[in-house]
């Protein structure tokens, strides 16, 4: 049966025809699709993990065991998982292991552009990237084929419109892959200094061989249009030239594009008089092709930054124009993004914005807490980053400066890294003040459930983790929880909590407003009370605008959360019907 799929989806079923067992991630845009479709499949076991690296290492323990496994995550993700990611490239396999990673250029989702290809290099993993859906199934069954014929993990590279496109794909009965016997092998699995050693060897035979079936694999393919300009390329710009250019060109198409193909490249090239490569962020293959001594035409014509266009690359190769596109002579507004109307971090954020706080901020639906007019964030680096960054300048600038900084980090994410950065608070005499914002599901990728929420990937109850009693086990003795849309009373919870001399945990407790149990009742409206001050417009509430002469609220947006009325002084809002 052939179907529409995202790539995501076409991912999750080609590991599921290829008979995985376990799939352990942690959501992160592009990739959360491939794990929320894994789901589907009962037979198969899976699981949200607190963080990429726990994801990273239950997949690498169940391959051991002898199960086909898989962990998938966004590139920034990789980060997190690399340091087990680089030593079972070492110590190889036993079922079959992939990694899925989704890299996301023009950072439509991302604080970075990073090029995936790089570890693939780095960690000597071999790497192959499909093109749209059909090659997203296919690609994935034969990563399990590769992992076990070469005792290596295969990484799989998806980009965001790779992921998040759709297009026909096959549907087949799937492979029964048996448990593959577990024995012990210490030389294999345990890596100490003396058997590293030995393994690293292994690696560079493995990489060697890989090369060589690089130049003759299904993934790497040659279409002669009898053309004198070649164009090498792979994943999703294969798919903007082949729109832009047509037959007008010759290509090599790299499925695998780690380890790339000698041979195959130097034959392609020298067929034609003029070689481009077309390759989105980092001149990776374009690199591979001036070390063989290849003149090509890259980065010179193609920029480093974001996302690729069949207009650009048609006006890059060919020299003709995309055709002219349908303009509105009206200026049209830009809509910034915003926390939905009824976001529980936005009385938070209204709060710090008031006290003139330095705001010390993470990933999350609440990043958007740096957007006016709100703009209280000053910092967001990356996971649990807000907790250790805060400690580091509070040390730097001393006491009364520490008195003026608080960290706000998301539920799901204090678990994915915040916590180790709380122990050092604590262990190294800090006096930060750090805000959980506890809304009760993992909000920014789409509401996928976490250790605090009391339910795993599939709904089923489990042990919840109790974020007050977490925190003490530590040694905050501070701990509050309290209601940010409770505006005066968190004001007064932040200033306490922000004088005293020893570490404070605030948890700034209400559940996102997009959560099917969360009913506000009625619709706000002004009343005649109010005085155009304009306070309600501070906390950038989309439903609340100024029309020129009196503030407005939109039924089509307001939710009734009632936050608004927490804010005005004049009990100018009431609720309708």
Not at 19 to 41: D, L, Q, R
Not at 58 to 87: E, Q, W, Y
Not at 125 to 142: N, Q, R, V
Not at 389 to 404: D, I, L, P, S, W
Request: net charge negative.
């Amino acid at each position: 049966m052939k179907k529409l799929m995202l790539g995501n989806a076409a991912v999750a079923r080609g590991a599921y025809e290829a008979g995985v067992s376990v799939v352990a991630s942690y959501p992160g845009t592009p990739s959360t699709e491939i794990t929320e479709n894994i789901v589907k499949y009962e037979e198969v076991y899976a699981e949200w993990s607190p963080n990429e690296k726990v994801a990273a290492e239950v997949a690498i323990g169940a391959s051991i065991a002898g199960a086909r496994s898989m962990s998938c995550m966004k590139h920034v993700g990789l980060n997190v998982m690399a340091d087990p990611v680089f030593t079972v490239s070492y110590t190889g396999v036993n079922g079959g292991l992939v990694f899925c990673v989704a890299d996301d250029p023009g950072m439509h989702s991302s604080q970075n552009e990073q090029d995936s290809r790089h570890y693939a290099e780095a960690s000597k993993i071999t790497m192959l990237e499909p093109a749209d859906s059909t090659e997203c199934k296919e690609y994935t069954k034969a990563a399990f084929e590769l992992s076990e014929k070469f005792d290596t993990p295969v990484f799989i590279r998806l980009s965001t419109r790779v992921s998040h496109s759709q297009s026909l794909v096959e549907e087949v009965q799937p492979e029964k892959a048996e448990l593959k016997p577990y024995d012990k092998n210490i030389d294999k699995y345990v890596m100490m200094p003396a058997k590293a050693i030995k393994r690293h060897v292994v690696v560079e035979e493995r990489i060697s061989a890989l090369k060589e079936y690089a130049e003759n694999c299904e993934f790497n393919t040659v279409e002669d249009n009898g053309s004198k300009i070649g164009v090498i390329t792979s994943g999703i710009t294969y798919m903007y030239s082949r729109e832009a250019l047509g037959d007008k060109v010759n290509y090599l198409k790299l499925g695998m594009v780690y380890p790339l193909p000698e041979k195959l490249v130097k034959d392609f090239a020298a067929k034609c008089d003029k070689v481009y490569v077309i390759e989105e962020l980092d001149p990776v293959i374009e690199k591979h092709c001036r070390a063989l001594g290849i003149d090509v035409i890259g980065k010179e014509k193609f920029t480093l930054l974001g996302e690729y266009t069949p207009a650009m690359i048609k006006s890059a190769v060919i020299g003709e124009a995309a055709a002219e596109s349908v303009n509105v002579d009206e200026v049209i507004p830009v809509r910034p993004p915003v926390m939905c109307a009824g976001c529980p971090h936005r009385g938070t954020f209204y709060v710090l914005k008031k006290l003139g706080l330095t705001v010390s901020g993470d990933i999350g639906c609440y990043t958007l807490g740096a957007v006016a007019p709100l703009e209280s964030v000053d910092t967001t680096i990356c996971m649990g980053a807000s907790v250790s960054a805060a400690h580091g300048m509070a040390k730097a600038r001393g006491a009364e400066f520490n008195k003026k900084l608080v960290s706000v980090i998301g539920d799901s994410t204090f678990m994915h890294s915040g916590i180790t950065g709380l122990v050092d608070i604590v262990y190294n005499k800090g006096a930060n003040t750090v805000i959980i914002l506890d809304n009760s599901i993992t909000g920014m990728t789409g509401h996928q459930n976490n250790p605090t929420t009391g339910y795993t990937i599939r709904g089923e109850e489990t042990t919840q983790v109790n974020l007050v009693d977490l925190c003490k086990s530590i040694g905050v003795k501070n701990v509050v929880v309290a209601d940010p849309f409770d505006v005066k009373n968190f004001e007064k919870v932040v200033k306490e909590e922000t004088e005293r001399d020893e570490p404070s945990v605030i948890i700034a407790q209400r559940p996102c407003a997009l959560l099917k149990s969360v009913k506000y009742t009625g619709k706000c409206k002004i009343n005649d009370n109010c005085k155009k001050c304009k306070l309600c417009l501070k906390l950038g509430c989309p439903a609340i605008s100024f029309d020129g002469e009196k503030i407005v609220i939109d039924e089509t947006q307001c939710n009734g959360c009632g936050l608004c009325f927490n804010v005005c002084p004049f009990g100018a809002m009431e609720k309708g019907e």
